[in-house]
């Protein structure tokens, strides 16, 4: 059963948006593209056939406040991966903090339906081992897609193991309870109807991008370097990672680029009935 799914492309669109508003070269560093943009169409022709049509009919038949309780469950009940990477990157108070959040919407949150934590102040952290490794010096290596997984790095794909069986509550669950017809995978597959639920409201920034691939390539390196920096990454490191300090780097001409692939798309909606 895989731990993770497609459904957590379209959500890095919107935190995209987080590492600020400079016009970024697309990063060339892409040795696997060609394998990449195939998972790519693979993952995202699976997406709109099986997952996105669950997905809608979840929030047709739910409302905002029900598919928040269920976001917040989710949320929660895998704060655990948090924590155990925390104390593996020697943050002890940052896993103190966590802990405290998981326990107060655990039991004032009726099992973490409902986020009192956040009311009183205590922030969310999202940590996982990926990250654990890049704060010990580990560098990120090649970008990669894989089927049914999504954007990840040769780095990065280590805490899908690590985390999924060591610290993460709902694969323990899965691997421990053996039903009839399967039904312990029921709330991994509950998490992953949430997930793309929520990467709805994203879907028109990757429509608007010229190039999807690319703008997801770039997505998720930015959204893993805030995480990495605590959301504040030093300037220099954004610049390289942006390719700010290529001396051929033109912002005039990325412009040009996506005001042709706008127009011609526009043309294109005017011409079809």
């Keep these: 059963m895989p731990r993770f799914s497609p459904s957590r492309l379209l959500p890095l669109a919107a935190l995209a948006l987080l590492a600020g508003c400079t016009i970024a070269k697309p990063r060339t560093d892409d040795p696997l593209e060609k394998f990449n943009r195939k998972v790519y169409s693979f993952n995202n022709a699976v997406d709109q056939a099986v997952i996105r049509p669950v997905a809608v009919g979840y929030r047709k038949v739910t409302n905002p406040p029900v598919r928040r309780s269920v976001s917040d469950f989710f949320t929660n009940i895998r704060m655990p991966i948090t924590v155990a990477n925390d104390l593996l990157q020697a943050r002890p108070k940052h896993a103190l903090q966590s802990t405290g959040r998981f326990l107060v919407n655990l039991t004032l949150g009726l099992g973490g339906f409902f986020d ?6 205590i922030p969310l952290e999202d940590n996982d081992f990926g990250v654990t490794l890049a704060r010990w010096g580990v560098p990120d290596g090649d970008y990669l897609v894989l089927p049914l997984v999504g954007p990840t ?64 390539r770039d997505a998720y390196r930015q959204r893993r370097l805030y995480q990495i920096y605590d959301g504040n990454p030093p300037a220099e490191v954004i610049q390289q990672m942006q390719g700010l300090n290529d001396d051929n780097f033109d912002p005039e001409q990325l412009l040009d680029e996506q005001h042709q692939w706008e127009n011609k798309h526009s043309d294109s909606d005017q011409k079809q009935p």
């Design 116 to 121: 009192p934590a956040s009311q009183l102040g």
């Design 153 to 216: 790095t040769v780095r990065d794909v280590w805490r899908m193991p690590v985390d999924s069986y060591f610290f993460d509550p709902l694969s323990i669950y899965a691997r421990n309870h053996d039903f009839k017809y399967g039904q312990q995978y029921l709330p991994q597959m509950m998490y992953l109807v949430t997930l793309r639920s929520r990467g709805i409201d994203a879907e028109s920034f990757l429509e608007s991008a010229y190039d999807p691939y690319v703008f997801m």
